[in-house]
């Protein structure tokens, strides 16, 4: 028997959530972004799926490539940029777009010779603080960008630090210290990721960059893909490899970090943080169990959690478990584990894993 771990994707939840960018944001090109393995979905078959994207966002020129491998004609874009100036006659050759968001890019597009001028993106930060240029910066940056041989069309694009917090204010004055920034400047912007395709549609513009939404996971904090009316892509589902039954006092697991309060049975599934399940899962992590659920109890190992089969008297060695998805929102998970969803899905680790394609 091979290893009993199965991500379920579910290819109409994916259309449907795709459906949803284009409701709510009906008049931008959409840019699905797609790094990081489509967020643990699996990259090829997410991009073979949504074909009626306008453009694609990775974060790697490997990523990029196999993108072009595959027959993918729309634009992709390096959301990074590039790394280093010996990228850029591949990233020409591919017809690939950059986003640049500092000067020694900028430098080192001056000193290239390309076969192909490249568009890019001038990166401007609005008050993320993590990459771009300062609004200050934006005109200088765009006039060289304008007057290099190396560049075709220039863009404009932004990041959002709080789009996933609907009380905060801190969005629309992104937004405006963006406006002020690029005021004159010819092309088209991009600010939105997922949050401020649901929540601010004043940060629509020409192009949003979902991501996250798109495997129907909510972008909000405290709110579920059902709330937000997206449907979970990822099913994480293992097997029950073991019922046993312990003695009150019995301690469970590394160091002991459960002991059994009574008489009980303890189930083992296989998955563990070597599979990308988080380590930092506290008991009481729901998981389902025949689709009812329970919870985890004890330390997460390598290849294995074990679960508290109270209630669960029909449990046997074989029987599904679902980490979650279908019935059971990642976002609760990660909640229970102290970090967020997105961290979860992107770790799921093709190691023993099989991807079945649901429609
Ligand atoms: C990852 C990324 C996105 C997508 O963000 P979500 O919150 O997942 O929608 C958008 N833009 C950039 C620049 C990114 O790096």
Redesign the pocket.
């Known amino acids: 028997m091979t290893r009993p771990l199965v991500a379920g994707i579910h290819l109409s939840a994916l259309k449907h959530n795709f459906q949803k960018v284009r409701q709510a944001a009906p008049a931008s090109k959409v840019m699905a972004?797609v790094?990081a393995n489509a967020y643990g979905h699996g990259m090829d078959r997410v991009v073979s799926a949504l074909t009626g994207a306008d453009g694609f966002?990775v974060a790697s020129l490997e990523e990029a490539s196999r993108l072009r491998q595959i027959g993918i004609q729309q634009p992709v874009t390096l959301?990074e940029g590039f790394f280093e100036k010996d990228e850029l006659a591949e990233i020409a050759r591919l017809q690939l777009d950059v986003v640049v968001h500092h000067e020694s890019q900028l430098s080192q597009l001056e000193c290239a010779k390309l076969a192909m001028p490249l568009r890019v993106w001038l990166k401007i930060d609005s008050g993320m603080h993590r990459l771009g240029f300062l609004p200050d910066d934006a005109i200088p940056a765009y006039q060289r960008l304008v007057h290099c041989a190396s560049v075709g069309k220039v863009d404009l694009f932004s990041?959002l630090a709080y789009?996933d917090d609907r009380r905060s204010g801190y969005t629309e004055r992104q937004l405006s210290i963006f406006q002020d920034a690029v005021k004159g400047l010819e092309g088209e912007c991009s600010v939105a990721?997922?949050?401020a395709i649901l929540g601010w549609p004043d940060t629509h513009r020409d192009w949003v960059?979902?991501?996250?939404?798109l495997y129907g996971i909510s972008?909000f904090i405290g709110s579920t893909a059902e709330d937000e009316g997206l449907q979970p892509v990822m099913t994480l589902g293992s097997r029950l490899i073991a019922v046993n039954r312990y003695r009150r006092q019995d301690a469970v697991g590394y160091g002991g970090a459960w002991v059994c309060p009574e008489d009980m049975d303890v189930g083992v599934a296989a998955i563990g943080y070597g599979d990308g399940y988080p380590r930092h899962a506290a008991s009481g992590t729901p998981v389902l169990v025949n689709g009812k659920r329970a919870g985890i109890v004890g330390r997460v190992s390598m290849d294995m959690v074990t679960i508290d089969l109270r209630g669960h008297a029909d449990a046997k060695v074989g029987d599904p478990v679902v980490l979650w998805g279908d019935g059971l929102p990642v976002e609760e998970v990660a909640q229970h584990a102290g970090t967020i969803a997105?961290e979860l899905v992107c770790s799921v680790a093709p190691r023993s894993l099989r991807y079945e394609i649901l429609e």
């Open positions: 972004v790094k966002g959301l990041h789009a990721n997922s949050g960059r979902p991501g996250l939404m972008p997105y």
